[in-house]
C-alpha cells in the first residue's frame, strides 16, 4: 500500500524539538540553498518560496534565524 501526503509547513518538525524555537522564523533549506518550507514569520519578513540563501542570509542576525537539523528528526520517522 502507497500513500502521498502533501505536507504543510514541514518547518514544524523542527519546533517539536526545539522548544525555543516558537514565534520564530524557521526556514527549510533544499540541497542546493533555496527555501522550500517557511514559517508564518519568514512569510512575514518577505522570504518567497525557491528564494536563494545568499538573498535572505542578511535576515540571519536580524531575524535570530538558526540552521535546522537535516533529515528527518529520529522521532518522527515511523
Not at 522548544?19 to 514559517?39: E, M, Q, T
Not at 545568499?54 to 533529515?71: D, F, P, V, Y
Request: proline content about 6%.
Amino acid at each position: 500500500m502507497y500513500a502521498m501526503v502533501d505536507g504543510n509547513n514541514f518547518y514544524s518538525c523542527e519546533r517539536v524539538f526545539r522548544p525555543d524555537l516558537p514565534n520564530r522564523p524557521v526556514i527549510i533549506l533544499s540541497n542546493d540553498g533555496c527555501a522550500i518550507a517557511r514559517s508564518n514569520e519568514d512569510k512575514v519578513l518577505g522570504v518567497r518560496m525557491g528564494h536563494p540563501w545568499h538573498e535572505i542570509r542578511q535576515m540571519e542576525k536580524e531575524a535570530s534565524l538558526q540552521g535546522a537539523e537535516t533529515g528527518v528528526p529520529g522521532g518522527l520517522q515511523n
